[in-house]
DNA sequence: GTCGGCGAGGCAAACGGTTGCAGAAACCTT
DNA sequence: AAGGTTTCTGCAACCGTTTGCCTCGCCGAC
């Protein structure tokens, strides 16, 4: 039924390897004969069989690309972005969810492993000695997480974080709380790290939280409550449901509190107020970590992002 | 340096073809021996390689996911649970953005076409004729787009339209703007339809809209200008968009304009105002698409499923 | 002339499994 | 006890490509 590799070389009167070379290794083939095989090739319609090619060369041309959850807006443009350098070298990508289970990533992980020719690890949940150790199975590159000796996309969390409160601070406020993210996660670290460092700030600290809106809107209470009158918040989504659960509680934002979130996702842009939040470059992240995992030299290479902070309605003057 | 079935059929003393009846066909293998294969297996750290399991059998155990963009939020529900759902019965996904594009709609599913088991095709900007052409490459469900022949799971469109336009229409508006979507979409066709139906009402349409924001945010001055006092959008983000564009014109919503979307995605939840939307069931979608995939008995069935209104924020009375 | 070198293309053995066929052993029947 | 089944396992061909090796013919150099 499917045209193979053979089946060009009857049409044309060549062996099967002439064939294959011309397609892989056009340099090796005479033009004349090359320009033969491609006209018979093209004309039956033959697509070199991906599978076959694997199992001989060692090499998929795809690889795997990790999220804890795509239907956060986070993820799907460093996703299509990632698919799009992807496509652009011939390689193709499965993603896959892990629904912020550190099991489920694992086993993903090892059944992927076999099927790819590297993967890309997205804001994992997995332990780093976990990680190191199915980094025997197959190449990895991380994004924001960082793993000695491990090739890594990082984002400036960091100085993300210190901008956002530095805005906070220069609006007034100084009593101000963190909700971190979910256990495992490097950004949420880095965030924690960061505010540690700032002088002069009377820090409240929540969590771990669900990296979602109900995340958000489960703490609502709470932070209402504990006389902050500015938020930090581990990332829009979380910021959001806040928003939404002070608002509910006739909290006014930013009128009484002040909110800020991570990673400039479009529901953040849209509605009111719309959110002051720490820009991150989610898609070039994607692009350069798929060239980084198809260089292979360039080994524990680790490229740093930068951010920035974006300042919209969420944010205001405390009240004196 | 990878372990295959030959290193197990040596480490316990059996035929290859053993071990991989005990995998492939465990009901030929007696129990003792099974279960010393499964033994030495487990002991070795052991998978079957998909790419030389699919040589043979020519199935992949791998589905195409193709979407006209991941980082519209109304695919990745869909895409997370046609993932899940594949998971479960030992599939993986590979996920395409054609960005809206049918030229990269069509050479993605030719070169994904023999490494994959079938394709699920979601909202296609593809001709039919063109559709049915490639399913001679490839099995196809359809995901919102109807043609003669061809499994498809489908959203009730149609009463969602109506849904909304009586909606409007019960809350006194007359002049209504239809929005429509991007061409040879499948849903903007049907929402036409379903409202061209309607009787007494005064039908403006504007279109095609490109599916975004942006599009939204092109449309508002003509919409504001064309008297209009109901609008129903092509979907929740071109929506989102007009309102952002009326509201920067002064044009209060549901003030002025009232505004439906279609789809339910996330960021019309939050925020002011919230968005009047048709829910659609793209989780549901995603799952039941791989199922009718993956049974391929059923054959050309069409699975349809119900859509409701989902009244909130951005609608209200129209001003007499 | 002979020889070395080179370019082109054929041959066949892999890659890691699957599967139809066949033989052996065990388990009935009568 | 012989014959007929059934159950289990080995054998080997095959899936579609790649690739190391070999051969063949041709060219230029000496």
Redesign the pocket.
Known sequence: ?????????RAC?????????T???P????????NRVLAAADDLG????R???A????RTFNIGLIVADIANPFFPPLIKAAQAQARGRDYHVFVADTDEDPRVEEELIRTLA?QVDGVLLCSPRLSNRMIERLAEDVPFVLVNRRIKGMPAVLMDVGKGARLALEHLAGLGHRRIALLSGPPGSWTSNEMQAAAAEMPGLDLLFFGPNQPTESGGLAVAPEVAACGATGVLAYNDLVALGLIEGLTAMDVEVPGRISVIGFDDILPGRLGRPKLTTVAMPAAVAGRMAVDLLLQSEGEGAVINLDTGLIVRESTGRAQS
Do not use: C, E, Q, W
Not at 13 to 21: D, L, N, Y
Not at 27 to 34: D, E, K
């Open positions: 039924m499917t045209v193979t590799i053979k089946d060009v070389a009167g060549v062996h099967v390897s002439t064939v294959s070379r397609f892989s290794a340099h090796l083939v005479n033009p004349a004969t090359r033959y697509r070199p069989n599978a076959a090619r199992l001989t060369t060692g076999k």
